[in-house]
Nanobody
C-alpha cells in the first residue's frame, strides 16, 4: 500500500514560482506512476502533470496543455519523492493540489488512481 504526503504549497504572487513535493512510503516506489491533480472551488478535479513508473528506458512525464510550458516534474526513487516545479503562476492556478499513485503508467483520469495524498493549497494572488 502506497502512502503519499504533499508539501510546499502556499501563497505566491502572479508570475511567481512554487515547488511542490510528494513524499511516498509503504511500497516499492519506483514501480508507481505519480500524478499531480488540482481542484479549485466549485470545479472538478483535473490532471496537471504526471511521471510514469521507472523502467529500463526511464520515466516519462506528461502535462496538461494549460501547464506544459510552465511546470516541470521530476522524481527521485532514492528519496521516494516526486516534485512539481511551477513557474509563471497565474491566478487560475489557485487550487488544492494532490498527488496520486498507481502502478506503472500515467493516466489522466483521477478515478484511475487508488492512492492519494491529503492535498496542499496553492494560492496565486497579489
Amino acid at each position: 500500500q502506497l502512502q503519499l504526503v504533499e508539501s510546499g504549497g502556499g501563497l505566491v504572487q502572479p508570475g511567481g514560482s512554487l515547488r511542490l513535493s510528494c513524499g511516498a512510503s509503504g511500497a516499492t516506489f519506483a514501480r508507481y506512476a505519480v500524478g499531480w491533480f488540482r481542484q479549485a472551488p466549485g470545479k472538478e478535479r483535473e490532471f496537471v502533470a504526471g511521471i510514469s513508473g521507472s523502467s529500463w528506458s526511464g520515466s516519462w512525464p506528461t502535462f496538461a496543455d494549460s501547464v506544459k510550458d510552465r511546470f516541470k516534474i521530476s522524481r527521485s526513487n532514492a528519496q521516494n519523492t516526486v516534485d512539481l516545479e511551477m513557474t509563471a503562476l497565474k491566478p487560475e492556478d489557485t487550487a488544492i493540489y494532490y498527488c496520486a499513485g498507481r502502478l506503472y503508467d500515467i493516466l489522466t483520469m483521477s478515478s484511475e488512481y487508488p492512492y492519494w495524498g491529503q492535498g496542499t493549497q496553492v494560492t496565486v494572488s497579489s
